[in-house]
């Protein structure tokens, strides 16, 4: 615990981040002729809570702009999944396991709040490993619904590899994150000069998955974590690699980041699950980003199990912004609703409930400058 607390404390060290955002100035100055715009991406709900709480676009120099991708697993479940669980339920009487993050998510008529209230047996837990617990226990039909990049899925895979009770079905709306990420790069109206890699979701897939990035985008790609300190030294080195005109992944999350990732849980999820086309959220399908089971979990896939199919539904409201901000086109001050009629207590579009969402971190912490020193003294 010690321990950890230094970790923590060196990585939000302000005369440290200071000294780093100084140099971030500095280099930026060399290049800023070539780049009016240096435009990064991270894909990463925490990076994008790191990024706001602690004020971090606020002391970089303008022209450099960190832009948030597709890194909330909740905002870009398709509205259709959260119909097709809430009718499941009711028609078949189940109990449905979720996560809180996806409780209040808004499905094309309801979430799954608004379905408890209407008699829906819900219950929010805290892992996969809990659902197995409860339905256990219970020995209810169940149905768990689960969302989630390629942090969640290996704990998933590996429960169901050794077994789960019989009356508990999983309704996967898993997606990838590595192959989003090919989709966003080849999209012509989304200019980017850098990607910040998810630090967490490196911890499986390994630094390596993301090369492609270097070596077919020809763009720098940081491996980082989630203090302010590993934030503003992937700006840094992204700057530097701008200036020497050599693009390569660098991994600076090496205290838990390895080259190839963790080789079990990848086997795990690769025994389970098969690779399709996945519908993102407002975004439509995009090839290879879901996870769907192999035939010989056939008996645990809640899909084929309850069957059930919405003919249609509807990812967002009129006006709402989500889709653009989840690709990284608009910001959500963009959006018209944004803290008016949409707020963290009230949301309107699936950005503003997750804890991860763009429009609930802007609403909560957007305001707040952490750091008050001057950048230059
Ligand atoms: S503020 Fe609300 S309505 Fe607007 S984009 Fe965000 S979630 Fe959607």
Redesign the pocket.
């Known amino acids: 615990m010690k321990e950890l607390t230094r970790l923590l404390s060196a990585y939000r060290h302000a005369d440290r981040v200071l000294s780093v955002v100084r140099k971030i100035r500095e280099v930026y100055s060399r290049i800023r002729s070539d780049y009016s715009e240096v435009r990064i991406m991270h894909v990463c709900g925490t990076h994008e809570h790191t990024i706001t709480y602690y004020g971090i676009r606020s002391l970089l120099p303008d022209g450099i702009d960190l832009i948030a991708g597709p890194g909330c697993p909740v905002?870009i479940v398709p509205a259709r999944d959260i119909d097709e669980v809430i009718e499941a339920g009711f028609k078949y009487n189940i109990r449905i396991y979720t996560y809180g993050d996806m409780y209040r998510v808004p499905g094309s008529k309801m979430s799954l709040a608004r379905a408890r209230a209407e008699g829906l047996d819900v219950k929010v837990v805290y892992s996969f490993l809990d659902a197995v617990r409860d339905a256990k226990r219970t020995g209810k039909e169940s149905l768990f619904f689960g969302v989630g990049f390629e942090t969640t899925q290996p704990t998933v895979a590996s429960r169901i590899v050794y077994g789960i009770p019989e009356n508990l079905k999983v309704y996967s709306s898993y997606r990838l994150t590595v192959p989003v990420m090919r989709y966003v790069l080849r999209r012509p109206d989304i200019p980017l000069n850098g990607v910040i890699a998810p630090g967490h979701v490196s911890t499986i897939v390994g630094a390596s998955a993301w090369s492609f990035i270097a070596e077919e985008f020809n763009l720098p790609v940081i491996i980082a974590g989630f203090e302010p300190l590993d934030v503003v030294l992937a700006v840094l080195t992204i700057l530097k690699q701008l200036v020497m005109g050599k693009p390569t992944v660098v991994n600076l999350y090496s205290r838990t980041v390895t080259w190839r990732g963790n080789r079990v849980a990848q086997d795990y999820v690769r025994r389970v699950f098969d690779i399709t086309d996945g519908y993102w959220r407002g975004l439509g399908l995009i090839p290879e980003t879901a996870l769907e089971f192999k035939d010989e979990y056939e008996h645990v896939n809640a899909r084929k199990y309850f069957r059930v199919k919405v003919s249609s539904s509807r990812d967002?409201?009129p006006?709402?912004?989500?889709p653009?901000?989840i690709l990284g086109k608009?910001k959500?001050i963009?959006?018209?609703?944004?803290?008016k009629?949409?707020?963290p207590q009230h949301?309107?579009?699936?950005?503003?409930?997750s804890q991860e969402?763009?429009?609930?971190i802007w609403?909560r912490f957007g305001c707040r400058l952490r750091l008050k020193i001057n950048v230059d003294s």
């Open positions: 905002c967002t409201i006006g709402c912004k989500c653009d901000i608009a959500p963009d959006c018209p609703y944004f803290m009629s949409c707020t949301p309107l579009g699936a950005c503003m409930v969402g763009t429009c609930s609403a």
